[in-house]
């Protein structure tokens, strides 16, 4: 939404076409042109499908985002090697998947901005979150070496390392509130990010007023990782 109010025409790319239609519909509200495509970012048919009608429908793709992800809360001993695969396929295989994908295209416009949703547990280790962040951290340092090897094409790959924000994957903290509030505590700024926050510094990174910043993370978490 954040990408379409600064004026970018949207291909909205997830599993669930239903979803995707009511933010298909608000886009288009403002007077943008969005597309939406069923995909699952694990699988290369989907991900040529997804560069192939976005393609038909806007000519060219100026912007990546990779923002599916999951997050498994389980104790290392106890992940099964399925569990492990998935976190790993949905959190680091989508988006290389994905960049794989459109990296022709941007070469050949000789201009594109991939921007990578890592986290800040990429940065550090977390208690029972062993796959998500290993995950993280492959995604933040597969940005940096993207943004080396493509830079030679004006191909600018840059990462968002957010803290807890108020999405739906951070509901059981919320909903712990003895847990919601020692996490507080911790947090400088004494509350959890909000998505239009990242959303805003997305726009900074696809934008030509980043144009000279490439193999970047840059850390929203409230202060947290001053520490």
């Known amino acids: 939404m954040a ?49 192939a009608r976005t393609l038909a429908s806007f000519g060219k793709i ?33 988006p290389f998947l994905c960049m794989k994908a459109c990296q022709p295209v941007m070469a050949r416009q000789g201009k594109g901005s991939i921007i990578n949703l890592a986290s800040v547990a990429g940065l550090f280790g977390r208690e029972n979150m062993a796959g998500y962040c290993a995950s993280k951290g492959g995604v933040i340092n597969l940005t940096r070496a993207l943004a080396i090897e493509w830079a030679k094409y004006g191909i600018r790959v840059n990462a968002i390392a957010p803290g807890q924000c108020k999405t739906d994957m951070g509901a059981p903290l919320f909903h712990d509130k003895m847990a919601f509030r020692d996490f507080l505590r911790k947090v400088p700024l004494r509350r959890v990010g909000m998505p239009r926050e990242v959303g805003v510094l997305t726009i900074l990174l696809a934008s030509d007023a980043s144009d000279y910043m490439t193999g970047e993370v840059i850390v929203l978490d409230g202060g947290i990782s001053a520490f």
């Open 3 to 51: 990408l379409a109010e600064a004026g970018a025409d949207i291909s909205l790319v997830g599993r669930n076409l239903k979803n995707l239609g009511k933010v298909a519909f608000h886009v288009r509200a403002m007077g943008r042109k969005a597309v939406a495509i069923k995909a699952d970012v694990r699988r290369e048919r989907d991900i040529a499908r997804m560069v």
């Open 62 to 94: 100026d912007i990546l985002v990779n923002n599916a992800g999951i997050i498994q809360r389980i104790s290392t001993m106890d992940v099964s090697l399925k569990e492990w695969k998935e976190i790993i396929d949905t959190n680091l295989t989508g």
